[in-house]
């Protein structure tokens, strides 16, 4: 466990801070409040070499960035810390501290995602699941949305029905590292109740607690 290296990367950047909750906060501060939760929770659990990764910039040339530290460091797992929307199709508007902003309180839940391009596919199919079990045993649901139609281009194949670990080949962060990645979409800051929720400390901590319990447990059965 001390030598075993995790990045957690904080989604988005200050400059390209990701999608607009229900109360029009940006996702990049909700992914940074969580990727710290998380990577103290890893550190106090005996994972010394976890690292938290804070990169800058406009959106496509932070996701190189956010590769070439991984790759550099020669990262065990990249964990990239997100949390979610739904096609702007989807969403009503709705009026909040008098500002117009945008929800839908239709979907909600967390998910993960691992892609088949990336050189450690299994190992990263492996560690998306125990997260995934681990955040079933918090009692938190997965996203079901991303195999239905509605969803469009962003449909995914899902490749654990038991706990929401779906397929993204086209995620950079993903299919370009040369370690184990995945994707972690901690909740729906759309949804108005799950926006709720995700700013509290019993759900980060929640999170959080599943994170290290799943890497724990991977490197026990190494």
């Known amino acids: 466990m001390p030598k075993f290296k995790i990045v957690v990367d904080v989604g988005h950047t ?6 607009l909750s229900a109360r ?11 990727a710290s939760l998380i990577t103290a929770k890893l550190k106090s659990e005996g994972f010394a070499a976890a690292r938290l990764l804070v990169t800058d910039g406009k959106a496509k040339a932070s996701l190189f960035k956010r590769v070439s530290a991984a790759n550099d460091g020669r990262t065990d797992l990249f964990l990239s810390v997100h949390h979610d929307s739904v096609p702007d199709k989807l969403l009503d ?3 909040f501290d008098g500002a117009y902003s945008y929800f839908s309180d239709r979907f909600s839940g967390h998910s993960l995602f691992v892609s088949q391009r990336n050189p450690h596919f299994t190992t990263s199919l492996r560690l998306a699941r125990m997260i995934g079990r681990q ?14 139609p509605v969803m ?71």
């Open 14 to 19: 200050p400059d390209s801070y990701g999608a």
């Open 93 to 95: 508007r709705w009026e």
């Open 135 to 148: 955040l079933k045993e918090q009692g938190l649901n997965y996203a079901n949305q991303y195999t239905l």
């Open 152 to 222: 469009g281009r962003y449909r995914r194949q899902l490749l654990d029905r038991d706990v929401g670990v779906y397929r993204y080949d086209g995620l950079v962060v993903l299919s370009r590292t040369r370690s184990a990645a995945v994707l972690l979409e901690a909740g729906s800051i759309i949804n108005r109740d799950e926006e709720m929720e995700m700013n509290s400390p019993e759900r980060q901590e929640a999170v959080a607690a599943a994170v290290a319990a799943a890497m724990r447990e991977f490197c026990e059965k190494r």
């Open 24 to 34: 029009n906060d940006p996702e990049f501060g909700f992914n940074l409040r969580l």
